[in-house]
T-cell receptor, first 112, second 112 residues
Framework: DGGITQSPKYLFRKEGQNVTLSCEQNLNHDAMYWYRQDPGQGLRLIYYSQIVNDFQKGDIAEGYSVSREKKESFPLTVTSAQKNPTAFYLC???????????FGPGTRLTVL | KQEVTQIPAALSVPEGENLVLNCSFTDSAIYNLQWFRQDPGKGLTSLLLIQSSQREQTSGRLNASLDKSSGRSTLYIAASQPGDSATYLCAVSNFGNEKLTFGTGTRLTIIP
């Protein structure tokens, strides 16, 4: 069953803590993306990766970090430097950059 | 900088009616345009992808058109059903820029 999985579905964090969101795909896609969605706003790109061991900042990368050590995995770390981390986080992948993107089910992060 | 607008923000129509959702963008040098559906608390489901060289794409009861010169796309839904109720998002990518720029979506409610 091919697709994109994100875990956990819900995540609660205390202020000052770093947390890591998981994104895995078995579609053999080269490109992967992280977006943030806030109420009343469109999705905003945090980071993207076109190939293993390479990634670029998106529009709102401050306070976030990523790694791409495997083609299948693109974890996102929300650091304590992110001022307003409460949001819905969506991971996506595409066969190559610029192609049709497919999304995972999302992780809702709440800072307590 | 590409900007994507979707008006109206919300739309309610009786079941069985045909309807059109609108998407406009400011930079006509697009690579492709994608329409998505999002159910509450869920990830995005890709509906249709239109390449810049195409004028329309069809999938079942859905038809998406693209007019680059005027910076507009429409999503036509025929014979609407209650299951079509969701938020519909359009997103565009530009040549030389792999990221998608999203609109804020139209929340569609089909009244039984």
């Amino acid at each position: 069953d091919g697709g994109i999985t994100q875990s956990p579905k819900y995540l609660f964090r205390k202020e000052g803590q770093n947390v890591t969101l998981s994104c895995e795909q078995n579609l053999n896609h080269d490109a992967m993306y992280w977006y943030r969605q806030d109420p009343g706003q469109g999705l905003r790109l945090i980071y993207y990766s076109q190939i293993v061991n390479d990634f670029q900042k998106g529009d709102i990368a401050e306070g976030y970090s990523v790694s791409r050590e495997k083609k299948e995995s693109f974890p996102l770390t929300v650091t304590s430097a992110q001022k307003n981390p409460t949001a819905f986080y969506l991971c996506a992948s595409s066969p190559a950059a610029g192609n049709e993107q497919f999304f995972g089910p999302g992780t809702r992060l709440t800072v307590l | 900088k590409q900007e994507v607008t979707q008006i109206p923000a919300a739309l309610s129509v009786p079941e069985g009616e045909n309807l059109v959702l609108n998407c406009s963008f400011t930079d006509s040098a697009i690579y492709n345009l994608q329409w998505f559906r999002q159910d509450p608390g869920k990830g995005l489901t890709s509906l249709l992808l239109i390449q810049s060289s195409q004028r329309e794409q069809t999938s079942g009861r859905l038809n998406a058109s693209l007019d680059k010169s005027s910076g507009r796309s429409t999503l036509y839904i025929a014979a609407s059903q209650p299951g079509d109720s969701a938020t519909y998002l359009c997103a565009v990518s530009n040549f030389g820029n792999e990221k998608l720029t999203f609109g804020t979506g139209t929340r569609l409610t089909i009244i039984p």
